[in-house]
T-cell receptor, first 118, second 114 residues
């Protein structure tokens, strides 16, 4: 079974440019999460999809970030325009259910996309 | 709000040394607690978990006990190997959030030398 895959693994862009990150969750997982780790600090929640609907986007830093999950399969996270402080590692995770620690609610993570804004 | 605090790294140990990575949390209620590990070039992997007070999670020789009285979930291993070199993250599930988002500590980098 394929795990969570993220593309690209690394992206280097200039300030002001646009970048789109992609996440393919594990097949059959309705729940998809985006997280970010900036400058070696804690991993912070960005948002949560249930199928194609945004369940919680309380962690999105500002309106330069746009996440979509059309059709409830893969998700994209677009940053437009990118700023220096957006640099970090963006993680995607998926799970069958949500909340707690039962087996079907465990979140499985991708390897992350390292974004460098110069 | 809910939060997780981990001991700062990096931690450098010799092979077969004893490992402790401290983790304390602040939360309302009794969240589930997790340790995730990120090996170089890979994604976060669930290492172990505990769902209630006094539960002990264990995997690959690592252990952590859910201590309600000290709000802690310290990670331990009796004898580390070079292959344990990775970044370790302590996390809790946010009970205030129906969607089950995780709240992480800042991560502790472990380097094990032969």
């Amino acid at each position: 079974e394929a795990g969570v895959t993220q593309f690209p693994s690394h992206s280097v862009i200039e300030k002001g440019q646009t970048v789109t990150l992609r996440c393919d969750p594990i097949s059959g997982h309705d729940n998809l999460y985006w997280y970010r780790r900036v400058m070696g600090k804690e991993i912070k929640f960005l948002l949560h999809f249930v199928k194609e609907s945004k369940q919680d986007e309380s962690g999105m830093p500002n309106n330069r970030f746009l996440a979509e999950r059309t059709g409830g399969t893969y998700s994209t996270l677009k940053v437009q325009p990118a700023e220096l402080e957006d640099s970090g590692v963006y993680f995607c995770a998926s799970s069958q259910g949500a909340g707690g620690s039962t087996a079907k609610n465990i979140q499985y993570f991708g390897a992350g996309t390292r974004l460098s804004v110069l | 709000g809910n939060s997780v605090t981990q001991m700062e790294g990096p931690v450098t140990l010799s092979e077969e040394a004893f490992l402790t990575i401290n983790c304390t949390y602040t939360a309302t209620g009794y969240p589930s607690l997790f340790w995730y590990v990120q090996y170089p070039g890979e994604g976060l992997q669930l290492l172990l978990k505990a769902t209630k007070a006094d539960d002990k999670g264990s995997n690959k020789g690592f252990e952590a006990t859910y201590r309600k009285e000290t709000t802690s979930f310290h990670l331990e291993k009796g004898s580390v190997q070079v292959s344990d070199s990775a970044v370790y993250f302590c996390a809790l599930s946010d009970l205030d959030n129906q969607g089950g988002k995780l709240i992480f500590g800042q991560g502790t980098e472990l380097s094990v030398k032969p």
